[in-house]
């Protein structure tokens, strides 16, 4: 496929791989089916030790396209996803940013309908719908709509955004405003990174549309991450960077911001249950420094925050029992 460009900006894709080789043909092939062009891909290899580049270097030879589809390929010793991400920030020149991973896919018309909502809503920040699919029989098994009932600050503060790279579209200018990648983070460094571009974004926007698919199967699920002591201090990193960035917003809703206290509180009180005390307090203190009056649930997780581990215990026990009789 040969799409001819007519005075479309520049789409730049970053790929982080390592050791993809089995998979990352799939990944550069939903790049090409787009309807879009020019699309420059800045392919990360993060010191893949299979045939990774081979198998980058022969898709690039069949499928670039002079001046509509080219490949940039970038080695680098390995250092993880961000610093792949971070070295591909540094040769972008697309007007426009996307993160992919070596193991999802774009749906073919995302690029073209980003690029016009882009251009017709003058967004700097755009996050789509996305499916996951089971990796065994390429069957949708779930379904994320991009919502529009809130402002995308306000639902990441009601822990309800869902802040993954895959879903996020970027213009460069708040890439370069955004900075780098958490390095330091090795899970929930995507959340940290959108949640971050989300407040200093313009104009963040959201479109209902799925226009992406993750694959899902053979790893580590964020709920098991969010269970482990080492998961849990990367979350409330997360949420640290967050509040950071809203403190002294006012064009911030307080109402999101007693629902994101609260929700620190519950953070907090289900880390001192685990046996984490240091994690419940570090939840705490952050959710004490939003300034803001409880509601009535904030109130009883606060209370059993300062309970600690009993207390904690204890209103997890309260909810299985309304579970369960409900």
Known sequence: ???????????????????????????????????YRPIEIIMVDDGSTDNTVEVINHWAIANEEPGGLTLKYIYQQNAGPGAARNRGIQAISGEYVQYLDSDDRLHPERLEILAKAFESTSADFIQTGFDGFDAETGKVIETHYGRLDHDLISQALMGVLWPNTLRSVFRRSLVEKTGLWNMEMTCFEDREYVERAITLADKPIAIRDILASARRGGGKRVSDLLRSYEGRKFRILCEESLANNVLDRSDVSYIAKQAFASRLYGLGFRSNASGWPNHGKRCGEIAASLGVELDTKGKLRKLAWMGGRIGGLIYLAFGELKRVFS
């Open 1 to 35: 496929m040969n799409i001819p460009v007519i005075d479309n900006k520049l789409f730049s894709v970053i790929v982080p791989a390592y050791n993809r080789c089995v998979l990352i043909s799939e990944a550069l092939d939903s790049i090409k089916a787009q309807t």
